[in-house]
């Protein structure tokens, strides 16, 4: 016997896009069902964003535990309980997902845990545990993810080669440790077992790490990993991968050299790929683009007009509140409302030591896109908090429209740079002027009073930086 | 009195009579609406400052006037109009114009109530294209604002931002609102040349992804075709037209031409269908000169010219071109060989100038070399008609008498014209004048040349 459930809509993929799509639309009155393979809340509660912070956290304890002797306070050598860690760690996760579970029963979301395929434009099939059920909706959310990507070179089959799936169920502190990748997810976790004891040799091919970052923002990030790694080195490639007993050895080689080493674990961070296989797109006419990712308009429609798709899936940058804010539009479009994520500000953060995080038009793009712009920078180290925090390292940079003032990107870099960019991301989305950014209060002593202090830069009277005045410098309307 | 402008507001010498709310007798209250005043800055009502009745209007709508000006007397209900010498000297007793809608300041974001009877500024971005950012980002404003322009479908960037940096606040978004439903309800008079320039952009035609259903290439449009395509518009859309067809029997012009080729070749000239065309138009257009017309629809008049210019359609790798041949009435036959020869060479070299394709005063467009029937061709404004030529066939024609057959060699004819300046009997009158010109051509035409 077949099993028919009828649905108004069905959200396919239970992540931070999924199943903020599936509850807006029971808000919203309609009737859904949330279908998921694995655990609730995707990759970036249970393999991504959220056991990563909860090591991150874990490590910047052990490091500022070791900084703290700079001002007196001696800790002894921490001792690190894996088993512990991991324990916290997957008791965050699993309450999070029972939570993401109690708010679906809640409104009414039917949960169907099983693997979606589309049997036609409104049929989608789903292989439970109980057999096949067939939903037919009338609209559908594709919220399916991405996954790591390993190159079929290295793909040896072998437990070692880890992507970060793997990495962040820190099974052991493996001695000799290579991450492949300097992209946010190899800095994020190569910190993370480098502050847990591991020697990390990091490989990147590019010329510098965190690609899309401006430049000095990354310094600051760069030359902690230089200190707390075994090496860092750029524009250099892993070639070949090879079990050599319990170890793997990598060649690796540059413009000048080529080196064959072992490594008792190596971390393949070099990008993600779409999960657009085996839902029978191709068949009910959803169209993907070069890269696998599905195509969607400005709306979130993919080429079959009822179907939605929505964060990773639907391509540009794969991050988790960038696919929350995709489900808000494709379910408003859904309820008749015109919608889109495109003028949106979207900020983007990078947890490693110190964090950065930049929103808005960054300085290398308006450079690449020959945009005249003026970039007002505050350093940390003018910053009574950043010094008080024993966290001078940092940066607060402000890309302005000279010709109205206006405020088109934030960058920064330093401690807590992630929660500093919110301001600056309402800030950009606002579209205001550094003069605003100026006249509003900032409370002392705080790291948010770099924001402000980069537009009084701007103008030439930041009362911790002392700027020359030049014939340059604009004198904002109220002065 | 004599009823003068009072003082406009700071900054503002002249404003712009939009509407005139009252008539000559028409009776008004105190502060009751006598006209709209335009200025740059805001649309205001002028209200009455005496009760009485009206006994002149010195001005009209669209007059530019100025503080001070006597723009209605008003007959006061006193009688006899009250010190009028008095009244010119002393300084105008109304208070300033306000604008009726205040230009908002930042702190007052909240909803103002709306007056139903005031009339909306429109607070539109006073450039043509609107709103525009030195490095391309979009107009300023909130997420929630830009959320809400979003689902009306509104262009954020032809609204003036009243916050600072021009940020566009709700207030902003509701007063262009107001302003666009005004300007559906009262139909606009004709807008001075200084604010046509910030009427909202006509709704441009939703583009459909055409892809969804296959694969698809897109190419830029060029000047050219958008040109073409903004004429051939203007013409469609504007000229009611007909097409006549018709047919002329060219047996007899094509002998004459076989005949006279050789000739004319060795003067490097081709007696072309065209050339035969352009000279037995002549002749039609000289018998109804409505033909040789242009009709004005802001004078009110048909213009008719005493000259005869011919339009040609070339098809070109860059688009269609009508190169005009001037005076075709005074040219031979061989001249207008050889000029038409050479501006089809100009036209597909690129080399027509704009003076090159101006006069025109009726066009002909022949397909019958790329071998097509007969089509409607549309009229090239501000000519009134246009004659559209296929590719001549042969046809039995039977003698009724003697039931006996001959082949002769037909040629499609097809006149469209602009019905609003030319009737029906009139196209086909022309039409017959036309075929019977190119079925007598006369041989003398082509002699003369050696």
Not at chain 1, 101 to 129: H, M, N, P, S
Not at chain 2, 2 to 14: A, C, Q, T, Y
Not at chain 2, 59 to 78: L, Q, R
Request: charged share 20%; with cysteine; hydrophobic share 40%.
């Amino acid at each position: 016997m077949l099993t028919r459930i009828k649905t108004d809509i069905v959200v396919l993929g239970a992540g931070p896009g999924g199943y903020a799509a599936a509850f807006y639309a029971a808000d919203m009155g309609r009737d859904v069902l949330l279908v998921e393979m694995d655990n609730l809340g995707g990759v970036c509660l249970n393999r991504g964003c959220i056991p990563s912070k909860a090591l991150i956290h874990a490590t910047n304890v052990i490091d500022d535990a070791k900084d703290a002797s700079q001002f007196g306070v001696q800790f002894e050598k921490p001792k690190v309980d894996l088993d512990k860690l991991r324990k916290w760690k997957d008791k965050i996760i699993k309450n999070l997902s029972a939570g993401i579970g109690g708010l679906a029963k809640k409104r009414d979301v039917q949960v169907l845990k099983g693997r979606g395929y589309f049997e036609g434009e409104k049929i989608l099939r789903v292989e439970t545990d109980k057999g096949q059920k067939f939903i037919d909706f009338e609209y559908a959310i594709i919220a399916v993810g991405s996954s790591p990507a390993i190159p079929a070179a290295f793909d040896l089959g072998n437990k070692r080669i880890m992507t970060s799936t793997e990495a962040l169920d820190i099974e052991e502190i493996p001695k000799k440790f290579l991450v492949v990748g300097g992209g946010y997810i190899g800095m994020e976790l190569g910190l993370v077992y480098a502050s847990l004891g591991s020697q990390v040799h990091l490989v990147e091919a590019a010329k510098s790490i965190l690609a899309g970052a401006d430049s000095d923002l990354v310094k600051p990030v760069l030359s902690h990993a230089e200190k707390i790694f075994k090496s860092v080195r750029l524009n250099t490639k892993v070639a070949k991968m090879a079990t050599k007993g319990k170890q793997i050895e990598v060649s690796i080689e540059d413009a000048n050299n080529k080196t064959v080493e072992l490594y008792d674990k190596v971390l393949i961070a070099t990008g993600r790929t779409p999960n657009s296989n085996n839902l029978g797109l191709k068949d009910i006419g959803v169209q993907l683009n070069d890269q696998g990712y599905i195509k969607v308009n400005d709306h979130q429609q993919t080429t079959v007009d009822h179907i939605y798709a929505i964060g990773d899936i639907a391509g540009g940058i794969l991050l988790a509140h960038k696919a929350s804010k995709e489900a808000k539009v494709a379910v408003e479009v859904i309820c008749g409302k015109n919608a889109t994520a495109k003028f949106s500000t979207l900020p983007a953060v990078v947890f490693t030591h110190p964090e950065v995080a930049w929103c808005g038009l960054t300085e290398q793009e308006a450079r690449e896109k020959n945009l005249n712009v003026k970039v007002a920078k505050f350093p940390w180290v003018a910053s009574g908090r950043a010094l008080t925090l024993n966290k001078q390292s940092g940066l607060t940079k402000l890309i302005i429209e000279p010709e109205t003032d206006r405020l088109l990107g934030v960058g920064i870099v330093g401690h807590h740079a992630g929660e500093l960019i919110a301001e600056a991301t309402l800030a950009v989305d606002l579209g205001i002027t550094a003069e605003d950014l100026a006249l509003t209060i900032h409370p002392h002593p705080t790291l948010s009073e770099t924001i402000m202090e980069s537009a009084e830069v701007f103008y030439g009277h930041s009362s911790h930086m002392y700027s020359p005045s030049g014939s340059d410098k604009k004198q904002p309307e109220y002065a | 009195m004599d009823f003068k402008l009072p003082n406009l507001g700071d900054g503002v010498e002249k404003a712009i009579v939009s509407t005139i709310f009252v008539g000559v007798g028409d009776a008004v209250k105190l502060d009751q609406p006598i006209m709209e005043l335009e200025t740059d800055k805001a649309v205001a009502p002028i209200p009455a400052t005496v009760e009485g009745k009206i006994t002149a209007i010195l001005v009209k709508e669209g007059d530019t006037v100025a503080t001070g000006n006597h723009v209605v007397t008003i007959e006061t209900n006193g009688g006899a109009p009250q010190e009028p010498v008095a009244q010119n000297t002393a300084p105008p007793q109304a208070a300033p114009i306000q604008p009726s809608v205040q230009t908002p300041v930042p702190v007052a974001t909240q909803a103002q109530p709306v007056q139903p009877a005031t009339t909306i500024t429109p607070m539109v971005a006073n450039s043509a294209q609107g709103f525009s950012s030195p490095t391309g980002a979009e107009p300023p404003c909130a997420p929630s604002i830009r959320k809400l322009a979003y689902d009306l479908g509104l262009n954020l960037s032809l609204i003036q931002g009243s916050g600072r940096g021009g940020r566009i606040l709700r207030s902003d978004i509701r007063q262009y609102i107001q302003y666009l439903q005004q300007l559906s309800v009262t139909p606009q008079q004709p807008q001075p040349v200084e604010t046509t320039a910030s009427t909202p952009a006509p709704k441009k035609s939703e583009s459909i992804d055409f892809s969804k259903w296959g694969p698809v290439q897109e190419e830029n449009v060029s000047m050219m075709r958008q040109k073409i395509a903004e004429k051939m518009t203007e013409s469609w859309t504007q000229v009611p037209h007909v097409t006549q067809f018709g047919e002329a029997d060219i047996t007899d012009l094509m002998d004459l031409r076989k005949k006279y080729n050789p000739i004319y070749e060795k003067q490097s000239a081709k007696i072309t269908v065209t050339v035969f065309a352009i000279k037995a138009i002549v002749a039609a257009l000289k018998a109804f000169p409505v033909f040789n017309s242009s009709y004005d629809t802001e004078k009110q008049v048909i213009v008719y010219k005493d000259y005869y210019h011919c339009g040609i359609a070339v098809d070109t790798e860059y688009g269609l071109v009508v190169p005009v041949i001037r005076d075709v009435d005074k040219k031979s036959v061989l001249e207008l060989s050889q000029e038409l020869q050479q501006v089809a060479e100009k036209a597909r070299d690129r080399k027509l100038s704009i003076d090159d394709m101006r006069g025109g005063t009726f066009t002909i467009s022949n397909l019958g070399g790329l071998n097509a029937g007969p089509f409607t061709p549309i009229v090239n404004t501000p000519e009134v008609g246009i004659i559209g030529m296929g590719r001549g066939e042969y046809k039995p024609v039977i003698n009724p008498k003697t039931k006996k057959g001959k082949i002769r060699l037909f040629l499609p004819l097809c006149l469209s014209y602009d019905h609003r300046v030319i009737d029906g009997a009139d196209g086909a009158r022309f039409i017959n004048t036309f075929i019977q010109a190119l079925q007598e051509f006369p041989e003398s035409e082509l002699e003369g040349v050696e």
